[in-house]
């Protein structure tokens, strides 16, 4: 038991039995004509087409005892329900609808549907409000060629309103008011629904609406191409290509994407309008991916996740978004689709996924460099090797200028320097800057001779005058016996070899002597 609205449902889950009236299942209904019904799962019915001798199940209502209730399917089905009356009037899952009933969220799957006048899938006649509902099966109208009112959702829309709905099922009558949608719509409303079954009649044939007499058919549609009619007695004919285009359905409440509140759900260009109650929710995430810079566009994915385990989906999974024929390093969106689904199906929402492009390595290393002292500050560099570039980029793809840093900036004497390169910039490129080196050789003098002076000097300070002005302090590195000494400068070296020198221990004296010695500059 439901209760919707302060109304109490008696909620119906089986088919129930050929004759059955319990009131308490799908036959059962014809037990009590004023009650109110609601689905509380799918019913298959193809059990009917062996009931009553082969005239299966028996129509809920007549034109004697109407159905005066309310019907709720709450978005479920009723699948393979067989009726074959080839000499009863008002026949369909109702076969007649009063004034005051309602029925709405329902959908009638793959059945037949047979009888003479006032025959339709869901409804011989309806007096009453028909809304959110289709059918998908075939409904007949007899031999009799002079039957009216045949439709594939309603025979006779007496009054009835019929309001967000749709048939697909073929139409077949022998006789007059035969319609995709409604055979006769007599005083009638039809709003905001289509129909695309083949439809077939001997006069008063339409591919939306058989007859019309004084109702009224607003933003309703039936498609030209399959029903074989390019004519109809109320609504708009359109293309199947337009059928499946959401901008043709003026003033619906649809929507093309998942995940609305939208009455309506279509994919476009791959079906008709969907009653997007009768769809499960499912979410299709594209899966995130990486890679590392190599210059080459970006195509694909890395495959979806679905919200809901193993769907049955149509369709080719395809990609779309900013990730697609992205090159440099950033980040970008994966979009998945192209997946869509029937009315049994699903109501699609597409997730994006993300992409990141890492930046590639790339090694920047200054070349080594070399030169003589000569008293000027060193500046720049030997220029750079690169290590790293991809897909045959050269230096030309980085910004910047080369710049050169360092302990070589400014150097002037003798030694070892880092020349550290720098300057270049890249998004698409990680760079690491490498030092080079930079060697400052001491010059190479010319052959002179100096005057030691003070040899005393050379012992007790370990220093020596320079009397050819070469501007430097000249380090003496050696022993105070006299022999070999070796005089080193800054930025010169000296061999120098000193004779015949012997203190005077006793009191010290300093014996001032001149001698030669040959100066050799050495690297």
Request: proline share 2%; glycine share 16%; charged share 10%.
């Amino acid at each position: 038991f439901l209760t919707i609205n302060g109304n109490g449902y008696t909620v119906i889950n089986s088919l129930g039995a050929q004759g059955s009236a319990t009131g308490t299942d799908l036959q059962g209904m014809s037990g009590n004509l004023a009650g109110y019904y609601a689905l509380g799962s799918n019913i298959d019915a193809s059990a009917t087409s062996t009931w009553n001798a082969g005239e299966g199940f028996v129509p809920v209502g007549d034109s004697t005892t109407n159905f005066t209730g309310t019907f709720d399917g709450l978005g479920h089905t009723i699948t393979g329900l067989t009726i074959n009356m080839p000499a009863q009037d008002y026949v369909g899952l109702f076969g007649y609808a009063g004034a005051g009933s309602i029925l709405k969220n329902v959908g009638l799957l793959n059945g037949s549907v047979t009888g003479v006048n006032y025959v339709g899938g869901l409804v011989g006649e309806n007096d009453g409000a028909i809304t959110n509902s289709y059918s998908t099966g075939a409904v007949t109208g007899s031999s009799d060629a002079d039957a009216v009112a045949v439709g594939g959702l309603v025979g006779l829309n007496y009054y009835g309103t019929i309001t967000n709905s749709y048939s697909t099922g073929a139409v077949t009558g022998s006789g007059d008011e035969v319609g995709g949608l409604v055979g006769f719509n007599y005083n009638g409303t039809i709003t905001n629904s289509y129909s695309t079954g083949a439809v077939s009649g001997k006069n008063y044939v339409g591919g939306l609406v058989g007859y019309n007499n004084g109702g009224t058919t607003t933003y309703s549609y039936w498609d030209k191409e399959t029903s074989g009619w390019a004519t109809s007695d109320g609504g708009t004919g359109l293309t199947t290509a337009l059928m499946k285009t959401m901008s043709s359905f003026i003033n619906w409440d649809i929507a093309n994407s998942g995940g609305s509140s939208a009455i309506w759900r279509i994919y476009e260009g791959n079906t008709y309008p969907l009653l997007r109650s009768f769809l499960t929710p499912l979410t299709v995430t594209a899966n995130a991916d990486s890679k590392t810079y190599d210059g080459l566009a970006y195509s694909g994915g890395n495959g979806v996740t679905y919200s809901i385990a193993s769907p049955t989906l149509l369709g080719t999974l395809a990609y779309s978004g900013t990730s697609q024929g992205a090159i440099n390093a950033g980040n970008y969106t994966i979009t998945p689709g192209c997946y869509y689904s029937d009315q049994q199906g699903y109501d699609i929402t597409n997730a994006d996924g993300a992409l990141t492009i890492n930046p590639a390595s790339l090694s920047i290393t200054a070349n080594a460099d070399s030169k003589t002292y000569d008293g000027i500050a060193y500046s720049g560099g030997n220029d750079v090797t690169y290590t790293g570039f991809v897909n045959g980029e050269t230096s030309s793809v980085l910004g910047g200028t080369l710049t050169y840093g360092g302990t070589s900036q400014g150097a002037i004497n003798a030694g070892s320097y880092d020349i550290t390169p720098g300057g270049l910039t890249s998004g698409n490129y990680d760079i690491t800057n490498a030092d080079g080196a930079l060697t400052i050789n001491p010059e190479q003098t010319t052959t002179s001779t100096i005057t030691i002076l003070d040899m005393y000097q050379i012992m007790n300070t370990e220093k020596i005058t320079d009397t050819k002005n070469f501007n430097d302090t000249i380090v003496i590195a050696g022993t105070s016996d006299a022999g070999l000494f070796t005089a080193r400068a800054l930025n010169y070296e000296i061999e120098q070899t000193v004779f015949g020198y012997q203190p005077d221990d006793e009191d010290k004296k300093i014996e001032r002597q001149k001698r030669e010695q040959k100066i050799e500059k050495g690297k």
